[in-house]
T-cell receptor, first 112, second 115 residues
Framework: KQEVTQIPAALSVPEGENLVLNCSFT??????LQWFRQDPGKGLTSLLL?????REQTSGRLNASLDKSSGRSTLYIAASQPGDSATYLC???????????FGRGTQLTVWP | SAVISQKPSRDICQRGTSLTIQCQVD?????MFWYRQQPGQSLTLIAT?????????ESGFVIDKFPISRPNLTFSTLTVSNMSPEDSSIYLC????????????FGEGSRLTVL
């Protein structure tokens, strides 16, 4: 069974720092990898999706990379802001539509 | 993307009762998915709601405990039956509606607390 691990579990940084959140998965036979953001008491917001044939995706200050062979993905956040404070979740798909395997998330706090 | 609305957003329930969660999507989708997020845990897929046929449940989840309805292509309900404190979780509805194949979008979630 696919297992997804996210490191660190929590991160607290001052505003303006560049951040790297890590995600690893045990089975490299993935269809895609998706990064989400979850605000307290809220649902999930899709940030980036990387297909298995891709190496990275970018959206604004966010850049996600994928190294399928080593089972790793990183989410890079440039010039962090207090509004980036949230829990960031990594999820991988093995190809069955709708079945995502999630990590427990990285809880990010950006203070002014 | 899709706009997904869930009701209720939160509720406090008594042990032994049942609660039905509704999920409404702003566009027609073939498949809808129900996830559970227990406190401090990662999200887990409960079942896939198929229009016109029975839901498909993941290992560890059964229809008697989590009956699902899917009357049309924009709506689904999940019932949590005979609740116990272990059912205290956030329940999330999800659909695949992105331009990228397999991209999932989620509703705001329904936070249930069982006393």
């Amino acid at each position: 069974k696919q297992e997804v691990t996210q490191i660190p579990a929590a991160l607290s940084v001052p505003e303006g720092e560049n951040l790297v959140l890590n995600c690893s998965f045990t089975d490299s036979a993935i269809y895609n990898l998706q990064w989400f953001r979850q605000d307290p008491g809220k649902g999930l917001t899709s940030l980036l999706l990387i297909q298995s044939s891709q190496r990275e995706q970018t959206s604004g200050r966010l850049n996600a990379s994928l190294d399928k062979s080593s089972g790793r993905s990183t989410l890079y956040i440039a010039a962090s802001q207090p509004g980036d404070s949230a829990t960031y979740l990594c999820a991988v798909s093995g190809g069955t539509l709708g079945r995502l395997y999630f990590g427990r998330g990285t809880q990010l706090t950006v203070w002014p | 993307s899709a706009v997904i609305s869930q009701k209720p957003s939160r509720d406090i329930c008594q042990r032994g009762t049942s609660l039905t969660i509704q999920c409404q999507v702003d566009s027609q989708v073939t498949m809808m998915f129900w996830y559970r997020q227990q406190p401090g845990q990662s999200l887990t897929l409960i079942a896939t709601a198929n229009q016109g046929s029975e839901a498909t449940y993941e290992s560890g989840f059964v229809i008697d405990k989590f009956p699902i309805s899917r009357p049309n292509l924009t709506f689904s309900t999940l019932t949590v039956s005979n609740m116990s404190p272990e059912d205290s979780s956030i329940y999330l509805c999800s659909v695949a509606a992105g331009t990228a194949a397999g991209e999932l979008f989620f509703g705001e979630g329904s936070r249930l607390t069982v006393l």
